[in-house]
């Protein structure tokens, strides 16, 4: 059991028997009533997001989240096979799991498992990963007043839209949250 009061970004709670992640939060002292927190959740199983008022100060349920790095093996042909680097335990995860996670994920690549009694929630990975282009046209700079992009297509076979100067072979910073091109990777 945590207060409201404590409540942080990435934390589970257990609202109406279903676990929630809170995503933002804010809390609100108006000039006249009781304070209260506003609060952004999503549906850890279905990634539903929900916004909530909860008053403050009180208390509400937090699930057990076991948070494991686990290194990402191979994909069999259904699911993701994972790796306890310390066990050398292998889990099987859903593809309904993995979610976007997997336009990301190279074989041999850390990511952090979370699970609650044995079942896996969530895949958490870097803010940023590194991926080869594996094609992309030719960028061509025409007459134009912006800065131009380009699809290219990226080792997982992940599409990014990239600056023009972007070539075949190059290596990539994409953000694991948007799916966003950073930077190309220092050599």
């Keep these: ?14 609202l109406d028997k279903q676990m929630w992640q809170v995503v933002e939060f804010q809390h609100v002292k108006p000039g006249k009533g009781p304070a209260f927190v ?31 790095e686990m290194q990402y ?8 096979i994972f790796m306890d680097k ?3 335990e292998q889990i099987p995860v859903s593809p309904e799991t993995v979610g976007d996670a997997s336009h990301f994920l190279l074989e041999n690549n850390n990511a952090t498992v979370a699970s609650n009694d044995g079942r896996v929630l969530f895949i958490e990975l870097p803010a940023s990963v590194e991926l080869k282009v594996t094609h992309t ?10 800065a131009g992009t380009k699809p290219a297509t ?3 076979g992940y599409e990014v ?3 023009l100067f972007v070539n075949e072979g190059d290596v990539l910073k994409v953000d694991t949250r ?6 190309r990777a220092n050599d």
């Design 38 to 68: 506003r609060t952004k959740l999503k549906n850890v199983m279905t990634g539903k997001t929900i916004d909530r008022t909860l008053n403050a100060g009180v208390k509400v349920e937090t699930a057990t989240i076991d948070r494991r």
């Design 73 to 80: 093996l191979y994909n069999d042909g259904t699911d993701y």
């Design 154 to 156: 990226v080792e997982t």
């Design 137 to 146: 046209e030719p960028g061509l700079q025409g007459n134009r007043s912006n």
């Design 86 to 88: 310390d066990t050398f």
């Design 1 to 14: 059991m945590a207060s409201t009061n404590e409540l942080k970004n990435g934390m589970i709670l257990v």
């Design 161 to 163: 839209q990239v600056p």
């Design 178 to 183: 948007t799916g966003e091109y950073i930077s």
